[in-house]
């Protein structure tokens, strides 16, 4: 062999040796997570910002349907192979992992500290001393419009609830468009989309719902009763066979351009940017007379944890300190309009719609959904509960009054608020 052919492989040899090392340096984190939809965003923009203020530590984002997320990450984690990262759940499953000792302490995380307790309820523990995951993103009710059918038909938009019900009448009496796009078959709907939509400015949005948690209101109270009593009368405006209506027929009739208000979450925002081929607006859920402080459903959705368990605490650490910066935030919310940041640090909107939903934070009192913390944890569920009987009434198969008394006897054979 000559001496130039030996060089050459003996150099050869070095890099790839060096390569081997480099590689065989780098630690890999595993992110668990719900959000197959956002598989993209994570690969072409979130994974990449990281990964190169970081060098060594690489991001594999590794999503599990929506429908069999918790059953396969609870087999993961008896099984001591769950990803080193864990895409939180607000409140109760994910407190419950903490409390078997499958999610890390985060209070003392470098970057925790730019959320404020309001941000950090739905993954801290119920006395609020600890907090076990980095919230992530919130979603915001509302309503959602067809500007064209708007201008078309001379409306502006309601901020009371006599100036919403002359809109739809209005919209009604015209005839091109159905008024309200929302269906009672698959119930979650007309629970989230309806009473958790409307409710909080009839129950002070915080006031009313820590009330219910302190067992000083009860869901037979007159503002508990009044928003279903409101949700009732929109069973005018749902259009023919609403009974039989799907939550993506509910999307559709609006994307379509054949209903003119859409009773909406904001993560419908990214969908309805792609299908509808008609101007949007958004405003905020009419509040009884004009002059009343607004509420909103401002509802914490997805936060980041650590495994217990990872056997790379140190990379993890770091890569959520960066889940809790504003740079974080900025990519996230910008890349996903509609899953708006929890962060003290306010993110600028580029998507016009989103920016309309986050404005309302700066003029109305933010709250979360009242049946999620500590009210659903036993059974009958009051999350679950609440979606039929919303349906039930909507439906006109319960009264207001009967369908609270359902919701609060229900309440009352397993809950006992703490004196």
Known sequence: MGSTTLKTLLMATSVLASAGFAHAADTTLTIESW????????????????????????????????????AALGARFDAGSAGDIITCRPFDKSLEQFKRGNLSSLKSLPGIENFSPV???????????????????????????????FDKLGITVPTTEAEFFAALDKIKKDGTYIPLAMGTKDLWEAATMGY?????????GEEGRTALIKGTQKLTDADWVAPYKTLAKWKDYLGDGFEAQTYPDSQNLFTLGRAAIYPAGSWEISLFNTQAQFKMG?????????GDTCYISDHADLGAAMNAKSKNPEAAKKFLSWVASPEFADIYANALPGFFSLSSTPVKMKDPLAQEFVSWREK??????STY?????????????????SANVINGTDTPEVAAKKLQDGLDSWYKPAK
């Not at 950090?120 to 919130?138: E, L, N, Q, R």
């Not at 958790?196 to 002070?204: S, T």
């Not at 944890?377 to 609440?386: A, D, M, Q, Y």
Request: proline letters at 10%; glycine letters at 4%.
């Open 35 to 70: 959000r197959t939809d956002d598989l993209a965003i994570w690969q072409d923009k979130l994974i990449p910002a990281f990964e190169a203020k970081n060098p060594g530590i690489k991001i594999k984002f590794a999503p599990t349907p929506p429908t069999e997320y918790d």
């Open 119 to 149: 941000a950090k309820a739905a993954w801290s523990t119920d006395d609020g001393s600890d907090t076990f995951c980095v919230p992530m993103a919130s979603v915001i009710h509302g309503f959602i419009y067809n500007k064209d059918a």
């Open 196 to 204: 958790q939509n409307i409710g909080p400015n009839y129950w002070k």
């Open 282 to 290: 958004a405003f905020l859920p009419p509040v009884q007379k004009a």
């Open 364 to 369: 109305c009192k933010p709250t979360i959904r």
């Open 373 to 389: 913390q500590i009210l659903s944890r036993g059974k009958p569920n009051l999350e679950n509960e609440t979606w039929v009987e």
